[in-house]
């Protein structure tokens, strides 16, 4: 079901930026990417979402190409707590009008000291 | 304050028994979910309410039930449990319209022995 494509895993050293990519190829045009991330085995974590500009907010920065087949998720200044399972989701319609999320595999994100 | 509360954050039991878990959210949404987690940690959903009507009914068994009370609730209720019903339930919730972000619970670790 999912339409995005990252990669399985993902380090980054303490205090560095990390840069996740995502590939959402098929992308429709009203279609938006979300960003969520699973620190272990908690609840998921909405992090950040975009159509077609980029967007900042406290927690990230997402940079989305002028074609949307692919985005890339900023954390500007990685911390041993920024280690997750990071999901790009791209939002599709359901049945009776509703969204749904649906996760793929995310990558998951090492911080290291 | 804890914005998506779920109950019992532990639930060990035997095959064969009737379980409940419960979900509220303060938050002043009106779709709430439930998705489960199996032991290879993807996420998939499994129903959607809207203000108490039952949006999205994914290819789940039947022995799950669950029901809306009102909008800040939704409960799910497992007949005849089995061992692959073990897994970490997990709750969300969001605003109908718009597009907001879902927030989660923090789930219901159940395992079926």
């Known amino acids: 079901d999912a339409k995005t494509t990252q990669p399985p895993s993902m380090d980054c050293a303490e205090g560095r930026a990390a840069n996740l990519p995502c590939n959402h190829s098929?992308?429709?045009?009203?279609?938006?990417v979300y960003w969520y991330r699973q620190i272990h085995s908690q609840g998921p974590q909405y992090i950040i979402h975009?159509?077609?500009n980029n967007e900042t907010n406290e927690m990230a920065s997402l940079i989305i190409t002028e074609d949307r087949k692919s985005s890339t998720l900023i954390l500007p200044h990685a911390t041993l707590r920024d280690t997750a399972v990071y999901y790009c989701?791209?939002?599709?319609?359901?049945?009776?009008?509703?969204?749904?999320?649906?996760f793929g595999k995310g990558t998951k994100l090492t911080v290291n000291p | 304050d804890t914005a998506v509360s779920q109950t019992p954050k532990y639930l060990v039991t035997q095959m064969g028994n009737d379980k409940s878990i419960k979900c509220e959210q303060n938050l002043g949404h009106d779709t709430m979910y439930w998705y489960k987690q199996d032991s290879k940690k993807f996420l998939k959903i499994m129903f959607s309410?809207?203000?108490?009507?039952?949006?999205i009914n994914e290819t789940v068994p039947n022995r799950f039930s669950p029901k809306s009370p009102d909008k800040a609730h939704l409960n799910l209720h497992i007949n005849s449990l089995e061992l692959g019903d073990s897994a970490v339930y997990f709750c969300?919730?969001?605003?109908?319209?718009?597009?907001?972000?879902?927030?989660f619970g923090s789930g219901t670790r159940l395992t079926v022995v």
């Open positions: 969300a919730s969001t605003f109908w319209t718009g597009n907001y972000g879902y927030t």
């Open positions: 989701i791209v939002r599709v319609p359901n049945q009776g009008g509703s969204e749904k999320l649906v």
């Open positions: 309410y809207n203000n108490k009507e039952l949006i």
């Open positions: 098929t992308i429709s045009g009203n279609e938006y």
């Open positions: 975009g159509l077609k």
